[in-house]
Every structure is written in C-alpha cells, then in structure tokens.
C-alpha cells in the first residue's frame, strides 16, 4: 500500500528542496516539492493518502502554522517538521501540537528517508483502519437500501461496495422498476466522492433542444432567453457523481457529444470558449440492450464502450421471488408510516399470490401494491396473471408452480432440505434432483423462515 501514498516536501530554499526530494525519489517513494504553505494547502484534503514534510522557517504561513492548518484539514495525517535552529523547545511544542515527528538541520539523506519511510507505513495503517471500518459501516448500511436475502442480491451488494471505492464509470442494466438509480446513488454515498453532489438526469425526458444546456450548462446571452449563467449537470457534479438515467434515449446527435467529453474529461458552456474540467464519475442506466441498439445505429457502440467500463445487470423481481416477503413488509411498514395507518397482518393466501405474480413492474410495482394493501384498496388477490401465463408452456407453468412450492417448502425449513422434503412428501434425492434442475440457491433460504 506504501507505494500508493506520496509526500508533500515544503521548503522554501531551493537547493536543499530540490536534494531532499531527489533522494526520497531515489528511494522510491513519490514527493511532490512546494515552496511555500500557501502552495501546498491546495493538495491537503480529509484523507489525503500520504505524510506532510515541512521545514518551520517558511515565508508567509511558517510550519507550525501550516501544522495546526493540515491536522485540522485531516487529524491523522503524519506531519513532520523540520528546523536549522535546533530549537528544543520548539520541537517539544511541535510534538504537543500533533506533528509526528521532527528533523534537525543538517540532516543525511538517510536520517530524511527513514523518518519518512516510518511516517508512510504509519499512514498505510490507519488508511486501512478506516478503509476497514468504513467496510462494515457500509456493508451494515446498504443492506437496509438493497434488500434482499437471495444469493443474487447478495452478489448485487457486494459488487456496489467493490465499485464504489473506485473512479470507474458504471452501466447499470435492469428492467423498468428494478432500482437502478438506488444502485447509483449506493454507488455514490459509499465512494470517495460522497461530499460531492449527486446529479441525476433522466436522458429521456430533456427535450433536445434543451440538452446541452442542461447537461453543459450555459453563459447569459447563448441563445434567446438564457438572461444568465446556468450551471450543466456535468459541473453540478464536479467532485461528485453524475447520473444519467434511460441513456438509450439520448439522441444520436447528443450521444457524439457526450462521447467526446467523456473521453477529454472537459467541457465548454454553451456560448463559452472556455475548457473546463470534468471531475466527476459518469453513472449511466438502461433498460434496454445498448449492443442491439448499437447494431440498429440508435445507439453508438463506442458510447456503449466507453460507458461500460464496468457493469452492474440487476435481477428482476421474478428471478428472486424469494426475497419477496422481506421486501412487502418493508414495504408495508413504510406505508405505514407514511399514510398514519396501522400495519395490516398478510395472510399465507395473499402471500402465496405475491409470490406467484409475474412483476412485470418489479419492486416499484410491488412498493403500489403495499400501499394500495395499507389503504385498503383492494388485496393482492386482484393481481393478474393472465399475461403471464398464456405466454408459457404447460412445462413452463408446471416448473413456475413446482418452484414455488419448493421455495416455500425450503423457507419454512429453514434451508433445511430434509425438513423440507418431509412438508412436501417427496424422497429427498427427488427433491435434490428438482431442486438443481430448477436452479433454487439453498443457502438463500437458510434462517429466512416466514412466521405468518
């Protein structure tokens, strides 16, 4: 981890700044040389990976000021000082004040480099500390907003906190319905660019016309009406995550645009020759297949590359029916809660019918039926499954009957399959055999049992 991290070096005499960082260059670590406080403060931020390096005698800001100036910034950040005086008082002073550690001048190019070395492999240890504390918090957190007990949301959780951490761009995949801009914001509240702005733009609903400047931003005076300056999404989103939503709507003309700024990382307000910095993650959703898309020239393929750097396909509803009871009755709390009702008890019947639905509509459609299901405006028996079924085989209908049976089986035993098999009536290995063949994960159903 030592390799990632880099030192700030401060000193204002120009000899001794360019000798001390050479030789913490020779021993491999990364130093960037400042030559004054005011240069380096730009660099400081809460969590900067790496040590501070300042001599005290600095014009301007001096070094125990710059001290006092870097730990408010970040409190754990190693920070070492470094006088000709031989001040003792003065070093006691800077050790009470939080500076790590203190060099006297002249020092050897060794003396330098160990001091350094210690502060960094100090530094690597409470970045990952923190790393791992923020893990957990995470992790404890976004079960609460990515609900779900089955195997495939519990993949979904851990391959949001895995991205996260990181800068790449994202594609997120997913029917109507499905969460993809919970996914995104996930993405975002637990990454390093939370303390910036979450900018979401739904790509369908800008009329054309008014994209660019919606996305772009726009100077006073571009075009008839704009009276002043307007912030784009794009510099909204500066330091922070931007969204866009149903990206397969974006128009061809607008998606060549998009594409050059997110391969240059800059961008012009309409009516502006000014360049800008594009500092944000791009997130982009879609609920169709871009690649086919690509092959109808709706959809540019090196936009769909250039998106997907990494990818993020959420499961329909139907695809995990077993996380169903959990989500209806954080659902129905919720509605609770919100429409001032009490929480009505669901019988095994409407239960069932829940878990034999299609959700064409997914978790929105199921988060309707809650509320619909607290105001007493109808029970789940008025669900229809028609569509759905008229569609399929009568082997087709047969395997959806036989899976549902079995995953009830299976969450009322616990994942327990011997249990399992006696509520059914069936030999084990038969139930092993259907199990397999239907492709039922176990291990999802082990302590989820429903109490009804």
């Known amino acids: 981890m030592q390799a990632d991290l880099s030192v700030l070096y401060v000193e204002d005499d120009a000899a001794v700044r360019l000798g001390s960082t050479q030789a913490l260059q020779i021993a491999g670590l990364r130093v960037e040389g400042f030559g004054s406080a005011e240069q380096v403060l730009h660099r400081l931020a809460a969590g900067y990976p790496g040590v501070l390096v ?41 050790m009470r004040r939080g500076a790590y550690d203190f060099i006297e001048k002249p020092y050897s190019a060794g003396q330098l480099t160990d001091v350094v070395q210690r502060a960094l ?27 779900g007990r089955s195997a495939a949301m519990e993949r979904l959780r851990a391959l949001i906190l895995d991205l996260a951490c990181t800068d790449a761009d994202v594609l997120i995949l997913g029917e109507t319905g499905t969460g993809k ?19 979401a733009l739904n790509c369908g609903g800008v009329p054309e016309p008014l994209f660019e400047s919606e996305v772009f931003g726009h100077e006073s005076g571009a075009f008839t009406g704009a009276a002043r300056r307007r912030v784009g999404k794009i510099e909204y989103a500066q330091k922070g995550t931007l969204f866009l939503d149903e990206i397969e709507t974006m128009p061809v003309s ?34 169709a297949d871009l690649l086919a898309r690509s092959d109808e020239q709706r959809f540019r393929a090196d936009l769909y590359y250039r998106l997907s750097v990494a990818v993020i396909d959420i499961p329909p509803l139907r695809e995990r029916r077993e996380d169903i009871p959990l989500l209806f009755s954080h659902f129905l709390l919720h509605a609770a809660l919100r429409y001032e009702r009490p929480v009505p008890e669901v019988s095994a019947q409407h239960m ?3 878990m034999m639905h299609p959700w064409p509509g997914n978790v929105r459609e ?29 082997d087709e209908q047969v395997a959806v ?3 549902r049976l079995i995953e009830d089986a299976l969450r009322a035993a616990s994942g327990r399959t011997a249990a399992a098999s006696d509520l059914l009536g069936v030999p084990k290995k038969t139930l092993y055999d259907k199990i397999r063949r239907l492709g039922i994960q176990i ?8 109490t009804e």
């Open 352 to 354: 069932h019918e829940l």
């Open 54 to 94: 300042t001599d005290v005698r600095l014009p301007g800001i001096n070094g125990l000021a710059l001290l006092d100036k870097a730990l408010e910034i970040e409190p754990a950040l190693p920070v070492i000082l470094v006088t000709g005086h031989g001040d003792i008082s003065m070093a006691v002073q800077a």
């Open 121 to 147: 492999e100090k530094r690597a240890l409470t970045l990952e500390v923190q790393a791992l504390r923020r893990q957990l918090a995470d992790t404890k957190a976004i079960e609460a907003k990515v609900i």
């Open 181 to 199: 801009e919970l996914v995104a914001r996930c993405l975002h509240e637990y990454g390093p660019r939370r303390q910036g702005n979450f900018a």
């Open 443 to 450: 291990e999802a159903f082990r302590g989820a049992a429903l």
């Open 254 to 287: 607008l998606q060549i645009k998009l594409l050059r700024t997110l391969q240059e990382r800059q961008f012009e307000r309409l009516g502006s020759n000014t360049l800008l910095p594009m500092d944000c993650r791009v997130v982009a959703a879609s609920k």
């Open 401 to 403: 009957f036989e899976r």
């Open 366 to 394: 199921l988060r309707n039926a809650a509320d619909r299901f607290v105001l007493g405006l109808g029970n789940t028996a008025a669900l229809q499954f028609q569509p759905s079924t008229a569609a399929r085989t009568l």
